[in-house]
């Protein structure tokens, strides 16, 4: 188990502070936030590049927050590989062991595994700048995981990988996961997050705003950060009031939207999800049914994104057999509804170190 306690750290005017967690054994941690959030300074410090201010890095219970990088059994894989250019793959590979003054029989059989276990076998007299950004990826995995890591950390992974190259590499990095080895990965890609993480940790501005199973932080966002992490688009600000157990509140453009179940009166900030929004021409007997004007028309993997200015602007999902169906069209009326139990409220509450805006 690695756990982080209070750890905290200063780098010019950007302050990574009071970082706690608890990573167990086998864990694919996903680490998820915008570029100079502290993902990476904080995956230095936990390798031991980097000291932190304050605070504790503990790995199965032992103290390693002062051990010297060769000391720690943890292995960091940067963003841009980091490999010798003048040294082939398997030189590449071989490199800490030999730095660890193991045999040469050794370190031959050890390479020839990983190598094998990575698929770039085909590979190992190969200079780096013949290798593709997928084929580099793979070696400088090989090249910390032939040293048996006890915790891999990878930053930004994906990063500079071909769009077509990432599902292999994700399928090789739950590989790595399935077969015991405890990972944590730290990305700004909410897709990666989803398609790796068992759990999920939200950092901005150098907190940790939200973690937990990634079905609990997406479906549950604590604020409208991690909200739009998510891909949640529809936020209004409402004034609420209490109605025989059904809530309802009026957004600043005249809306009025019911919810249920919501414990807070006053003012306050609800969200609907896109997929939850229904488009139709004809206004439909819910307690949530807005008229707008389509404003744009957005073709997405899944089918199309409607924008209607309500007012409020909603955005709504439809697959593309219901645009072929319906043929909708900028500039036509519309109504969007949506179930009073799809309402979420959140907690917009800001400070002085987490700004949701």
Known sequence: MLQIESLSREFGSFRLDNICLEINRGDYYVLLGRSGAGKSLLLEMLCGL???DSG?????????THLRVQERNIGLVFQDYALFPHLTVNDNIAFPLRVAKMQKEEIAEKVMSVAGAMSISHLLERLPVLLSGGEKQRVALARTLVTSPEILLLDEPLASVDASLKDNIKRLLRRLNRNGQTIVHVTHDFDEAISLASRVGVIHNGHIIQEGKPEEVFTHPVNRFVARYAGIKNFFRIVIDEEKGMSHGITEFGNIIHFEDQKHQGRGLV???????ELTRIRKPVPNS??????DIVPMASGYEVAVNAGDFIFAEISGREMEISGYVIGEEVWVSFRSDAVQSLNDKEDNNINNR
């Open 271 to 277: 969200i609907v999800r896109s997929n939850d929004c």
């Open 50 to 52: 980097i000291k932190p």
């Open 56 to 64: 504790r890095i503990l790995l199965n219970g032992n103290d390693i």
């Open 290 to 295: 807005i008229m707008g004007v389509i404003d």
